[in-house]
């Protein structure tokens, strides 16, 4: 590609955040370059003992309507839109006294940040930026001759390219740029359209766009041959995008996924009322468990199936403390991931140098409301988040038999889990502690049976008289469709059974569970999760 350099003379400024700002400014004189400026960021620079050209002085116009209006003027741009090799622009430039604009700083209004913070309907309205995204696109379109930059990560690379090539940007470097501008209007464009939707309760506009912020390039997705990458949302939700990877080697893609998925699942757990420990392999828990500390509760989710948490990810709903770290790193773990953890426990996990570990800053709201997005062919499937919680469902007893004090406690555990289960879901607990788990299967009676069949392997490697799926509770994410799949829970050894109900059969399930003296409680509310 050819190079086609071009000379930077004039510069026009205008940033909500100033990092850098002054710095890159001077660079830019030592080049010659004209500033031009707004409001605060002409102040800034004033300050900072540069020459500067306000707009207002350019366009002949004040800044009026509280700063609404300065910057959408011909002078501006005419200066970033002409083609400086078009007769006809050059024309029309110096008739109408247009001097060119040959680089463009500009980054937008807070939007995304004043709406996280929870700032009111008038303040997140008056944080929409108008002509920034306006000069951002204009400059980016007549990138053959505009050098755009939309945020202080880029100032090296410009300056760079000024040292390179004498005060003169290539147009590998514009281009790159350029889309780099359209990607970030495009994203804050989004960013506004979907929180216009949240406010007005419209959960199916006509249009419907997402962005997001890179994070990192990922050396490959799902599998080695597919290419990803890891972008934050706009918006705060504690997990692995708002985490601080603390060490470990780089994160991969399935490492991010699972890591996500035990995350959200420990969530359920409030951290003041009990310690909880989810461990997940392949995006799905294969041991949880409440306890008194989370050394207590990691042993007793390990117990479930400590086959598959060989590394497996293990997310925390308390800070990670010493005695918690040194069980965990016994065994190998891919990531550990936890709101914050001790300095001891830190020292403790960094014996282990390949192992990540994740402090998130929070636990993300299980109640919280939002957006998941899938891909199908040709579309988005775009649905709010399963935020409901079983502590606020109106559990309804359906069998002669009601549930112990015991067993209500495990049946409210248990359905927390399914939540977090890939469906079909049947999940056995005992003791506040899964003991067997049935993932993803295309019937329910099958992943009854599995569940059960984890439970007897993990009482044969434990060296148990009994699986301990017997005096269990069960969950199921759906309904039983039929008996077999709760007959299948009760010959494992469960008394207690917790499901969604409304199958065209309940009673006939509801009279088989009568038949074995085994309590059953609907929710009323399904959890599935493919």
């Known amino acids: 590609m050819t190079s086609h350099p071009r000379r930077t003379t004039r510069a026009l400024m205008s940033v909500s955040d100033k990092t850098g700002l002054k710095e890159f400014a001077t660079a830019l004189t030592g080049y010659g370059v004209e500033l031009i400026s707004t409001g605060g960021t002409a102040k800034a620079l004033k300050d900072a003992g540069l020459k500067v050209i306000d707009v207002a002085e350019l366009t002949g116009f004040p800044e009026m309507m509280d700063g609404r209006v300065k910057t959408l003027h011909p002078k501006v741009h005419g200066g970033l839109l002409a083609i400086r090799a078009n007769k006809e622009h050059a024309a029309a430039m110096d008739k109408h006294g247009i001097k060119p604009i040959d680089l463009l700083v500009v980054n937008l209004y807070p939007f995304e940040s004043t709406v996280a913070k929870g700032a009111a309907f008038d303040d997140c309205i008056e944080n929409?930026?108008?002509?920034?995204?306006?000069?951002?696109?204009?400059?980016?379109?007549?990138?053959?001759?505009?050098?755009?930059?939309?945020?202080?990560?880029?100032?090296?690379?410009?300056?760079?390219?000024?040292?390179?090539?004498?005060?003169?940007?290539?147009?590998?470097?514009?281009?790159?740029?350029?889309?780099k501008a359209y990607a970030r209007t495009a994203a804050y464009d989004a960013a506004i359209s979907n929180w216009f939707a949240d406010t007005l309760h419209d959960?199916?506009?006509?249009?419907?766009?997402?962005?997001?912020?890179?994070?990192?390039?990922?050396?490959?997705?799902?599998?080695?041959?597919?290419?990803?990458?890891?972008?934050?949302a706009p918006g705060q939700r504690f997990g692995v995008a708002s985490a601080r990877q603390?060490?470990?080697?780089?994160?991969?893609?399935?490492?991010?996924?699972?890591?996500?998925?035990?995350?959200?699942?420990v969530a359920e757990f409030d951290a003041k009322r009990t310690a909880a420990c989810v461990i997940v392999?392949?995006?799905?828990?294969?041991?949880?468990?409440?306890?008194?500390s989370l050394l207590d509760a990691y042993r007793k989710a390990l117990a479930c199936d400590s086959t598959s948490a060989f590394g497996g990810i293990v997310a925390l709903n308390r800070k990670l403390d010493a005695e918690a770290a040194k069980a965990i790193?016994?065994?190998?773990?891919?990531?550990?991931?936890?709101?914050?953890?001790?300095?001891?426990?830190?020292?403790i996990v960094a014996t282990k140098k390949n192992l990540r570990l994740l402090l998130a800053g929070g636990l993300p709201d299980p109640r919280g409301v939002g957006l998941t997005v899938k891909s199908v062919a040709g579309g988005l499937l775009v649905q709010s988040r399963d935020n409901a919680v079983v502590d606020e469902m109106q559990l309804k007893v359906v069998s002669k038999r009601a549930?112990?004090?015991a067993e209500l406690a495990d049946l409210r555990f248990a359905f927390r889990v399914a939540k977090h289960v890939k469906?079909?879901?049947?999940?056995?607990?005992?003791?506040?502690?899964?003991?067997g788990i049935g993932a993803g299967q295309m019937s329910r009676v099958d992943a009854a049976r599995i569940a059960a069949r984890k439970a007897e392997d993990a009482a044969k490697e434990a060296k148990l008289p009994a699986p301990l799926t017997k005096d269990s509770v069960v969950a199921s994410d759906a309904f039983f469709p039929f008996a077999d799949g709760l007959l299948v829970a009760i010959e494992a050894g469960a008394t207690a059974v917790i499901q969604p109900g409304g199958s065209m059969r309940d009673d006939e399930v509801i009279k088989a569970a009568d038949e074995h003296n085994v309590a059953m409680v609907f929710t009323g509310t399904r959890h599935f999760r493919h």
Do not use: W
């Open 128 to 179: 929409i930026d108008i002509g920034g995204p306006a000069m951002i696109r204009a400059a980016a379109k007549n990138h053959a001759d505009v050098t755009v930059v939309v945020e202080p990560a880029d100032y090296e690379k410009v300056l760079a390219e000024l040292a390179l090539h004498n005060g003169m940007t290539s147009l590998e470097l514009r281009q790159k740029l350029a889309a």
């Open 203 to 232: 959960s199916a506009p006509d249009y419907r766009a997402f962005g997001g912020k890179l994070i990192q390039s990922l050396r490959y997705g799902e599998n080695p041959h597919q290419s990803a990458a890891f972008y934050r």
């Open 246 to 265: 603390v060490q470990g080697k780089e994160l991969s893609y399935n490492n991010i996924n699972d890591t996500d998925a035990a995350y959200e699942c």
């Open 281 to 292: 392999k392949h995006a799905n828990p294969c041991g949880v468990a409440e306890g008194g």
């Open 329 to 347: 790193t016994e065994i190998f773990t891919e990531v550990i991931i936890a709101p914050d953890a001790t300095e001891e426990a830190i020292k």
């Open 403 to 405: 549930p112990s004090e």
């Open 423 to 435: 469906s079909n879901t049947i999940v056995y607990a005992k003791g506040l502690a899964t003991v």
